[in-house]
């Protein structure tokens, strides 16, 4: 596993919202998401991408710690991280919860 993708994430949850905000970035955490490690081939036999491309989004995903890595002889397997996704979630429960109760407060000001 790569440092990058064992480390705390101190800068929140944008760099996983950023990761999330391409299709093909996407693509392949949803092809990762049954548990099974993939090689940098196999993920990109079933697309149009080059293996480069490919290499790319995943380090990007790596970075963002939605996938970590690991070393198999000559090449690199990678594995779905759902931890940063529930990170996220809980992210955005936080904001829809202030903005409900800022909501709330309006309400009572404009009918109280």
Known sequence: MSNA???VREDGPAPVFAALGDPTRLS???RLSDGQAQ???RLSAETSLTRQAI???LH??????LVSSLRVG??????YRPEPIAEA???LEAVSA???DALSRLRALVEG
Do not use: C, M, P
């Open 98 to 100: 202030q903005w409900d």
């Open 39 to 41: 090689s940098i081939a």
């Open 55 to 57: 290499t790319k989004h």
């Open 74 to 79: 000559r090449e690199s397997r990678f594995a």
């Open 5 to 7: 993708s064992a480390a």
């Open 89 to 91: 979630r809980s992210y």
């Open 60 to 65: 990007v995903l790596e970075n963002a710690g």
């Open 28 to 30: 392949l955490l949803k």
